[in-house]
């Protein structure tokens, strides 16, 4: 059986055993929160952050497809691409007279 790593599970889970054990023994305490709204605000502060890091992860690899197209473009252009033909040089033969 393998063990929770997570630290704030034990937390969690010690908070609602100490709530169930109160909720049992008096009525008072009816209204007591299972989850606090701290750990509700890291959530959703960790949800935002990894959206906003995906959103951003995603825009820089669009930004260097693009820049790459560009550079293809240009170079298709300036015919860089295209492989340069091959001159001869016409040598003068001597003409028998």
């Not at 997570?6 to 909720?23: G, V």
């Not at 951003?56 to 300036?78: D, E, H, P, Q, T």
Request: aromatic share 10%; proline share 4%.
């Amino acid at each position: 059986m393998a063990l929770v790593r997570d630290p704030a599970f034990w937390r969690r889970f010690s908070l609602a055993i100490h709530l169930d054990e109160e909720a049992k023994g008096s009525d008072e305490h009816k209204d007591a929160h299972l989850w606090s709204n701290n750990w509700i605000k890291k959530q959703r502060q960790k949800r935002k952050r990894t959206l906003l890091y995906g959103f951003l992860i995603f825009l820089i690899i669009v930004l260097i497809c693009a820049g790459i197209v560009v550079v293809i473009l240009w170079l298709k252009s300036r015919n860089w691409l295209q492989e340069k033909p091959k001159t001869t040089v016409i040598e003068p033969t001597a003409t028998p007279a």
